[in-house]
């Protein structure tokens, strides 16, 4: 994870249960804190200065799928929270001032406050396997990509509210990979695999459904575009 301001680079180093931290330059230090179970998704509050760091966690470990929060400041952990699976991505939102972690399963989105550090909601996923994760601040849409080759537009605002977006053959595994987003666009890059390639899909959630509007008012089958 890269974050321009204040500069730093965090890695999850998940072979020895430890998070990285360092300024990018010719001779870079890395600082390194203890975390849980194999750590894998990251996200940051730049406001506080808080890393949430989501842990895979190990079956022959009871308890270990875990969330841990890091003052990067301080270098070290101040807070666990246990979650009901196996984690995989996560952002922050700093409307909400919350972070949002997806769980493979049960297949959820865990709403942790950064104010607090205790579990605001839980958002149960009508499809197998969350896995990518961003967010459209601006528009409150949290677009999550999951194993059943499907990509979910999740209200933000906890509403309850979910627009799918099928994508690609039902046996491939969805990745998104980070979102850029503008006011008026929201981008995503998808991943998945069939039998014998990887395709990548660039996405306008928004672009797209006014375009599948159109053709179908006008009696045309919605196609997809993508490479």
Not at 6 to 15: A, D, E, K, Y
Not at 123 to 131: E, L, M, N, Q, T
Not at 155 to 177: I, K, L, N, S
Not at 183 to 189: K, Q, S
């Amino acid at each position: 994870l890269v974050v321009e301001t204040p500069g730093l680079v965090f890695t999850s180093n998940r072979g020895e249960d430890t998070i990285g931290v360092f300024t990018p330059g010719d001779h870079p230090v890395v600082d390194k804190v203890a975390v849980g179970v194999r750590p894998n998704g990251l996200a940051y509050d730049p406001k506080r200065g808080r890393l949430l760091v989501a842990h895979v966690g190990d079956p022959d470990i009871p308890g270990s799928c875990t969330v841990s929060i890091v003052d990067v400041r301080g270098r070290r952990r101040i807070a666990d929270l246990p979650v009901a699976g196996r984690t995989r991505w996560a952002v922050y939102d700093p409307v909400s001032d919350a972070f949002h972690v997806n769980i493979a399963d049960p297949p959820q989105i865990v709403v942790i406050s950064s104010h607090d550090l205790a579990v605001r909601r839980v958002v149960d996923i009508p499809c197998a396997g969350p896995h990518g994760l961003d967010i459209d601040v601006t528009h409150r849409r949290l677009f999550c990509a999951c194993d059943a080759a499907v990509l979910l537009e999740v209200d933000a605002r906890g509403r309850g509210a979910f627009d799918a977006m099928p994508r690609g053959q039902e046996h491939g595994r969805r990745e998104q990979r980070p979102a850029a987003t503008t006011d008026e666009l929201a981008v995503l890059i998808v991943e998945h695999d069939q039998p014998d390639e990887r395709v990548l899909e660039i996405l306008d959630p928004v672009g797209s459904r006014d375009r599948d509007r159109r053709r179908r008012e006008h009696g045309e089958q919605a196609g997809e575009q993508g490479f």
